[in-house]
């Protein structure tokens, strides 16, 4: 599962070939969770609400190279680093 971002103890990771709709996962300490890059929603999992606010402010940054990863991944080739929340 490839890390394409990592900011303030948070890992962001996408999986190739993963389901529909596109998505990023997030790790933080034990918690884990999905959001979806389109809606910018908790599509599954749980993170504390400082946690999800940071990622979601990320994403939203971030939205249109977290769509260019997803078709990267879709299309099993490398995937682009993208910039931390700073």
């Known amino acids: ?34 959001v979806g890059i389109e809606s910018l929603r908790l599509l599954e999992g749980r993170l504390s609400p400082r946690a999800l606010r940071m990622v979601l402010e990320w994403a939203a940054l971030h939205q249109s190279e977290l769509l260019e990863d997803w078709q990267r991944a879709r299309s099993q ?6 910039e931390p929340l700073e």
């Open 77 to 82: 080739e490398p995937l682009s680093a993208i």
């Open 1 to 34: 599962m490839p890390e394409i971002s990592r900011f303030y103890g948070m890992i962001i990771l996408m999986f190739y070939n993963d389901h529909a709709p596109p998505h990023f996962h997030v790790r933080h300490a034990a918690d884990r969770a999905i």
